[in-house]
Each structure stands twice: as C-alpha cells, then as structure tokens.
C-alpha cells in the first residue's frame, strides 16, 4: 500500500484522496488543542508558511485519545487552531491514532515508521511523520522533537 491509496475526512466533511498530494513532501502529525505540545500548532504553521510554495504539505490530524486533550467537535478544534495559532494548513477530523479504531492511514504510518525499540503504537499527541515526494515514510518524530527541529529534514526532501 503506498500512502497516496488512503483518504481521510477533512474539517468541513468532505472525504479527501491523499493522491492530491501526490508529489509533496508531507508532514503528518496528530494533533490536540488542550495538551503541552499545543503551542507546536504555531511552529507547524511557520514551517507550513515557509515552504508550502516549495511543495511542504502540513497535515493536522485532531485526537483525543491521549489524556482527553481534544475533547471539541470538529468545528470547536478548527475554530481553536485558526483562532490562537493561525493555523492554514490541512486540518482533518478527529481520528483515533491508536487500537482497533486507529485510522487505516495511522496504522500504515505507524508500521511504516515505528517508535523507539520498534514500537508500533503512537505515544501521545504531535507525533510527525514525514513523507517524501514519492510517498514513502522517511522518519517519525516524537511529541518532544520541535517543528524547527524537523526543518533539516523537511529541506533535504523539498
């Protein structure tokens, strides 16, 4: 399975193809708004400003499953991420990460790019993937790893 063969449903509903991003460098990563790693949402946004022109697609995945960190539907999180962080870039639903529920694109990216001591699940919120050109997963980060932290490897890919 290549990544471009899954789909996701966006903020307003509406069922997306990941093959419209066929050809960008993603960076995929599930998000929450009430969680430490929140202000991330600000340095993903400056990454997403920065190199959206040079073919960088940030991706937001909303989830809940981590200490109940993004509780609101999905117009309350949209509302949030737009409101204190200015967010532009490609917010979805809120997707399980995890289990039997686990959305079909995380448990690709998670068994594509595992964890420490190869680890499948998602530890906590803002885990990132990084996707390149061709769709292949090229690295996950951890919730700790910074969106600055990650420009190296999003420029060696763009």
């Known amino acids: 399975m290549m990544i471009y063969q899954y789909e996701a ?13 066929e050809g960008d460098v993603l960076l995929i990563v ?18 997403y400003a920065q190199y959206k022109d ?16 993004d509780p609101g539907t999905n ?7 737009q409101l204190n962080y200015g967010v532009s870039f ?13 959305h079909p694109l995380f ?3 998670a068994k594509e790019a595992p964890g420490l001591l190869g680890s499948k699940a998602i530890k906590w919120n803002f ?3 990084l996707v390149d050109r061709q769709g292949n997963v090229i690295e996950r980060f951890s919730p700790q790893t ?7 490897a999003i420029k060696k890919l763009i």
């Open 75 to 81: 117009e309350e999180i949209n509302e949030f991420c």
């Open 30 to 47: 599930n998000t929450a708004s009430k969680c430490g790693f929140t202000p991330q949402l600000d340095g993903l946004e400056t990454l």
């Open 90 to 102: 490609p917010m979805f639903a809120k997707v399980d990460v995890n289990g039997k529920d686990a």
């Open 9 to 21: 449903t966006d903020m307003s509903g509406k069922l997306q193809p990941l093959s419209k991003y």
């Open 127 to 129: 885990t990132k993937f």
């Open 146 to 152: 910074t969106p600055a932290e990650i420009e190296s």
């Open 107 to 109: 448990q690709y990216l």
């Open 54 to 69: 040079q073919g960088l697609q940030v991706l937001g995945f909303p989830c809940n499953q981590f200490g109940h960190q």
